[in-house]
């Protein structure tokens, strides 16, 4: 057990220097990879991704897809982000972007957006992800845990092997409940604060997030209980949503342009 702490602490201290803060909240975060490492991991999963899929051939969806990804990314001010925006044919109900402002809207999706504004409220959420740099720090926690796990298995290295499983098995549980899983909810939790912010930005009525997410629970089969989710249940994000609208309001009624809910997407 000396060993494990000692370990700790020495880990620690290592850390420290490589705890960066998410731009827009504050939020303190543990990052051991740089942006170039992230962004390379990002292109090649994108490459690889859309190598395996296959692309809209309607002109209309993917051209409004892009005319609402180009206005997210106008108003995060990402010049070392190289964007792109594609809508990918399949059933998921799901958006993506990856390190390096790699987005993609799969078609499943579009019934639940309905709007341009449905649209730019996932995609602001997906675009904060990599804003927030989210998969990078996500790595950094794996990386994190892992070095935990070995420090655990050195400390019961003496021990019996029902000992030793028993230890590994606890560890791994708490692990991803007690860390893994709360810090993906705080993750969506932060995209969904800061996508509303980048849609208002963007000219679009950030309160249609808010009927988003009711549509996506109507449409949504039952769920495991949010401790054991990489997500915050749906009520929960159509109440914070609903108290952060005040300043997303704000920033859409000041804006030189307001685009409402823009073109229907049905």
Same mark, same amino acid.
């Given at each position: 057990?000396? =060993?494990?702490?000692?370990?700790?602490? +020495?880990?620690?201290?290592?850390?420290? !220097?490589?705890? $960066?803060? %998410?731009?827009? $909240?504050?939020?303190?975060? +543990?990052?051991?990879?740089?942006?170039?490492?992230?962004?390379?991991?990002?292109?090649?999963?994108?490459?690889? /991704? +859309?190598?395996?899929?296959?692309?809209?051939?309607?002109?209309?969806?993917?051209?409004?897809?892009?005319?609402?990804?180009? #206005?997210?990314?106008? %108003?995060?001010?990402?010049?070392?982000?190289?964007?792109?925006?594609?809508?990918?044919?399949?059933?998921?109900?799901?958006?993506?972007?990856? *390190?390096?402002?790699?987005?993609? %809207?799969? $078609?499943?999706?579009? !019934?639940?957006?309905?709007? @341009?504004?449905?649209?730019?409220?996932?995609?602001?959420?997906?675009?904060?992800?990599?804003?927030?740099?989210?998969?990078? @720090?996500? %790595?950094?926690?794996?990386?994190?845990?892992?070095?935990?796990?070995?420090?655990?298995?050195?400390?019961?290295?003496?021990?019996? *092997?029902?000992?030793?499983?028993?230890?590994?098995?606890?560890?791994? +549980?708490?692990?991803?409940?007690?860390?893994?899983? *709360?810090?993906? #909810?705080?993750?969506?939790?932060?995209?969904?604060?800061?996508?509303?912010?980048?849609?208002?930005?963007?000219?679009?009525?950030? =309160?249609?997030?808010?009927?988003?997410?009711? =549509?996506?629970?109507?449409?949504?089969?039952?769920? !495991? !209980?949010?401790?054991?989710? $990489?997500?915050?249940?749906?009520? =929960?994000? /159509?109440?914070?949503?609903?108290?952060?609208?005040?300043?997303?309001?704000?920033?859409?009624?000041?804006?030189?342009?307001?685009?409402?809910?823009?073109?229907?997407?049905?």
């Amino acid at each position: 057990m000396r =060993r494990i702490l000692i370990l700790g602490v +020495l880990f620690a201290a290592m850390m420290c !220097p490589a705890c $960066t803060k %998410v731009e827009g $909240t504050g939020r303190s975060q +543990l990052m051991l990879l740089s942006q170039n490492q992230e962004q390379q991991l990002g292109e090649d999963a994108y490459r690889q /991704i +859309l190598a395996d899929s296959t692309l809209s051939n309607d002109p209309r969806l993917t051209s409004i897809v892009r005319r609402v990804g180009e #206005r997210i990314a106008a %108003v995060v001010d990402r010049p070392n982000f190289v964007w792109e925006f594609n809508l990918i044919e399949s059933d998921q109900v799901n958006a993506f972007c990856l *390190p390096g402002g790699k987005i993609a %809207v799969f $078609t499943g999706i579009l !019934p639940i957006m309905q709007n @341009e504004a449905g649209m730019a409220a996932v995609m602001g959420h997906e675009v904060a992800h990599a804003v927030a740099r989210h998969g990078g @720090e996500r %790595v950094s926690q794996g990386i994190l845990a892992n070095l935990a796990g070995q420090a655990v298995a050195v400390g019961f290295r003496n021990a019996s *092997p029902a000992a030793q499983e028993a230890a590994m098995a606890a560890y791994g +549980l708490g692990a991803n409940v007690g860390v893994m899983l *709360p810090f993906s #909810r705080a993750h969506e939790s932060e995209a969904d604060s800061l996508g509303i912010i980048y849609a208002a930005k963007a000219g679009y009525d950030p =309160r249609e997030a808010v009927e988003l997410w009711r =549509r996506m629970k109507a449409a949504s089969g039952q769920r !495991p !209980p949010e401790f054991l989710s $990489t997500h915050p249940s749906t009520d =929960r994000r /159509i109440v914070d949503l609903q108290s952060q609208m005040g300043g997303a309001m704000q920033i859409y009624e000041s804006g030189v342009v307001q685009y409402g809910l823009g073109e229907d997407l049905r």
